[in-house]
């Protein structure tokens, strides 16, 4: 039995560690997203981050967002830290503001990776982004093409009304000098307005800045959402007149800038992927010491009215596959937890199991005890009722003896009463004795000889000497007087056998 029960406490153990061993053998980490805002593109490309993980179950991803304010971007990457991250992923708002913060993080020894909007220093693991240069080269490659059909409202020059991105972060400094190094040798006249990437700030900016310069040539937005703006409000100040608008990022998904394009609203974009997947690839490389770029740019291309149709139906079949996979994702991940649940119930009824076999165990360990300690009472009550037995019997011969003593003593105070009434009779002996006491000559020997250990004869003359004694001592009567007195026939007789009983003659009494 005990060999069994051991048995069972090594399964149990060995259950346990199964249990551990899964856990230990897929490290946890927790990876802190900041993000700069929460557009679009933002949400865009959470959606890829959180994807890619899941391909990565041994990740948590915490993603918080800054509302474009650079102060609590900060605040907020340095409680990420604070909170004990193992991986910072960070989309800067702007890159000087943010810098200090990026720079603490990576300090601490915390791997940090930059994506999209750059830092100017070198203090991070790796960065992740688009060539906001060459998508400024794209801007002005597309002026140029378009240099001829344009209205030339400058005379000769291409108007060009720029809608920059904020002008702190690095895509917006760069798409700018892209766009200015590739319009070389364009003759182009220039207005920039600062629509710090969010649509009503540059429908504001482009309506404010059209009421002084008037219509314009192209208008060039650092993305597509300031493209919207920037139309809404040129279509307001000049409805007769098409203008040609070109944004930035080509955004796949209902309402976004691929779908701006192939409908009209906008004329061209500039591809921006933002790149989530990689992003988070690169993350779990890092964590898992795996190999991994320090540097990886996505190159951009030129979306146009042209190729927006077929890159659209292209968007659209993905975004299909995407929403199958997504389906495909969401069963395994129903499965899996089916799995688990599952696997939960067997932990539990091999628990249970084990619960039950021990107490089967314990009860027939307390069974067994209890049969032991029930014979045992048995036992003892065995041996206490011998014991009252044994009390009895003794305590029955005790009143036996008790009983027989006092009948002996009974006996012997009648017996020396007789013999002192008889005493001055020289005839008395066992005979008349045995008569008077009435019982046979040799029944009384043998009881004098048991209880006082003398025959009848011995007693009377024991007897007779005695109270001569007293008789001596207390009266005048002579020897010869006192040895009649009790009993003696022969003075000379009663003389031996005093000195024989006293060892002294009765004359020197
Ligand atoms: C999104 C966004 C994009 C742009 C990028 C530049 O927040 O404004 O539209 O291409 O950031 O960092």
Same mark, same amino acid.
């Given at each position: 039995?005990?060999?069994?029960?051991?048995?069972?406490?090594?399964?149990?153990?060995?259950?346990?560690?199964?249990?551990?061993?899964?856990?230990?053998?897929?490290?946890?980490?927790?990876?802190?997203?900041?993000?700069?805002?929460?557009?679009?593109?933002?949400?865009?490309?959470?959606?890829?981050?959180?994807?890619?993980?899941?391909?990565?179950?041994?990740?948590?991803?915490?993603?918080?967002?800054?509302?474009?304010?650079?102060? $609590?971007?900060?605040?907020?990457?340095?409680?990420?830290?604070?909170?004990?991250?193992? /991986?910072?992923?960070?989309?800067?708002?702007?890159?000087?503001?943010?810098?200090?913060?990026?720079?603490?993080?990576?300090?601490?020894?915390?791997?940090?990776?930059?994506?999209?909007?750059?830092?100017?220093?070198?203090?991070?693991?790796?960065?992740?982004?688009?060539?906001? &240069?060459?998508?400024? @080269?794209?801007?002005?490659? %597309?002026? +140029?093409?378009?240099?001829?059909?344009?209205? *030339?409202?400058?005379?000769?020059? #291409?108007?060009?009304?720029?809608?920059?991105?904020?002008?702190?972060?690095?895509?917006?400094?760069? +798409?700018?000098?892209?766009? /200015?190094?590739?319009?070389?040798?364009?003759?182009?006249?220039?207005?920039?307005?600062?629509?710090?990437?969010?649509?009503?700030?540059? &429908?504001?900016?482009?309506?404010?800045?059209?009421?002084?310069?008037?219509?314009?040539?192209?208008?060039?937005? *650092?993305?597509?959402?300031?493209?919207?703006?920037?139309?809404?409000?040129?279509?307001?100040?000049?409805?007769?007149?098409?203008?040609?608008?070109?944004?930035?990022?080509?955004?796949?998904?209902?309402?976004?800038?691929?779908?701006?394009? =192939?409908?009209?609203?906008? #004329?061209?974009?500039?591809?921006?992927?933002?790149?989530?997947?990689?992003?988070?690839?690169?993350?779990?490389?890092?964590?898992? *010491? @795996?190999?991994?770029?320090?540097?990886?740019?996505?190159?951009?291309?030129?979306?146009?009215?042209?190729?927006?149709? #077929?890159?659209?139906?292209?968007?659209?079949?993905?975004?299909?596959?995407?929403?199958?996979?997504?389906?495909?994702?969401? $069963?395994?991940?129903?499965?899996?937890?089916?799995? +688990?649940?599952?696997?939960? %119930?067997?932990?539990?009824?091999?628990?249970?199991?084990?619960?039950?076999?021990?107490?089967?165990?314990?009860?027939?360990?307390?069974?067994?005890?209890?049969?032991?300690?029930?014979?045992?009472?048995?036992?003892?009550?065995?041996? !206490?009722?011998?014991?009252?037995?044994?009390?009895?019997?003794?305590?029955?011969?005790?009143?036996?003896?008790?009983?027989?003593?006092?009948?002996?003593?009974?006996?012997?105070?009648?017996?020396?009463?007789?013999?002192?009434?008889?005493?001055?009779?020289?005839?008395?002996?066992?005979?008349?004795?045995?008569?008077? !006491?009435?019982?046979?000559?040799?029944?009384?020997?043998?009881?004098?000889?048991?209880?006082?250990?003398?025959?009848?004869?011995?007693?009377?003359?024991?007897?007779?000497?005695?109270?001569?004694?007293?008789?001596?001592?207390?009266?005048? @009567?002579?020897?010869?007087?006192?040895? =009649?007195?009790?009993?003696?026939?022969?003075?000379? %007789?009663?003389?031996?056998?005093?000195?024989?009983?006293?060892?002294?003659?009765?004359?020197?009494?």
């Amino acid at each position: 039995m005990k060999h069994t029960f051991s048995l069972a406490c090594l399964f149990a153990l060995s259950l346990l560690f199964i249990g551990c061993n899964r856990t230990a053998k897929t490290p946890h980490y927790t990876i802190g997203v900041s993000q700069c805002n929460d557009d679009a593109w933002r949400q865009n490309m959470n959606n890829e981050l959180r994807r890619e993980q899941l391909f990565h179950p041994e990740i948590d991803l915490v993603i918080c967002q800054a509302d474009a304010n650079s102060r $609590r971007q900060c605040e907020q990457i340095d409680s990420l830290v604070a909170a004990g991250i193992d /991986l910072l992923i960070v989309c800067p708002n702007e890159g000087v503001a943010v810098e200090p913060a990026v720079t603490r993080a990576y300090r601490t020894g915390l791997p940090v990776v930059v994506a999209d909007r750059a830092v100017p220093g070198h203090d991070y693991t790796s960065f992740i982004g688009g060539d906001n &240069y060459e998508v400024g @080269q794209l801007l002005a490659k %597309y002026i +140029r093409y378009n240099s001829l059909k344009l209205n *030339h409202l400058g005379g000769g020059n #291409t108007k060009i009304l720029e809608v920059c991105g904020l002008k702190g972060s690095t895509p917006a400094v760069l +798409r700018h000098k892209g766009m /200015l190094e590739g319009l070389e040798g364009v003759p182009y006249e220039l207005t920039s307005v600062e629509g710090i990437w969010f649509e009503p700030n540059a &429908y504001r900016v482009v309506d404010s800045i059209l009421n002084i310069m008037g219509p314009v040539d192209i208008i060039v937005a *650092h993305n597509d959402l300031m493209a919207r703006g920037a139309k809404r409000a040129y279509e307001e100040h000049f409805p007769d007149l098409p203008i040609n608008i070109i944004g930035v990022d080509a955004l796949r998904g209902e309402g976004n800038g691929l779908e701006a394009v =192939y409908n009209g609203i906008i #004329t061209a974009s500039v591809t921006y992927y933002s790149g989530g997947d990689l992003v988070l690839e690169t993350a779990a490389a890092i964590l898992n *010491h @795996q190999p991994y770029l320090h540097d990886t740019v996505f190159e951009p291309f030129l979306v146009t009215g042209e190729n927006a149709r #077929t890159l659209y139906r292209y968007e659209q079949a993905l975004e299909h596959e995407v929403s199958i996979v997504k389906m495909m994702q969401e $069963r395994v991940t129903d499965l899996q937890n089916v799995i +688990r649940l599952r696997q939960k %119930y067997i932990y539990v009824l091999v628990a249970f199991i084990i619960l039950l076999i021990g107490f089967v165990f314990l009860a027939g360990y307390i069974a067994r005890y209890r049969a032991l300690v029930r014979q045992e009472a048995r036992e003892a009550e065995r041996k !206490m009722a011998e014991q009252k037995k044994r009390l009895n019997e003794m305590a029955n011969k005790l009143a036996e003896v008790e009983k027989k003593e006092s009948m002996d003593d009974a006996f012997i105070k009648k017996l020396h009463a007789e013999m002192e009434k008889h005493l001055a009779d020289p005839k008395l002996n066992i005979e008349t004795l045995s008569g008077i !006491m009435g019982m046979s000559r040799s029944q009384l020997y043998r009881k004098t000889k048991q209880l006082v250990g003398e025959s009848p004869n011995d007693m009377i003359r024991i007897c007779r000497l005695k109270r001569a004694q007293q008789l001596l001592s207390a009266t005048d @009567q002579t020897i010869q007087q006192v040895a =009649y007195a009790v009993g003696f026939s022969s003075p000379s %007789y009663f003389t031996k056998c005093y000195k024989d009983y006293f060892g002294e003659k009765p004359s020197e009494k």
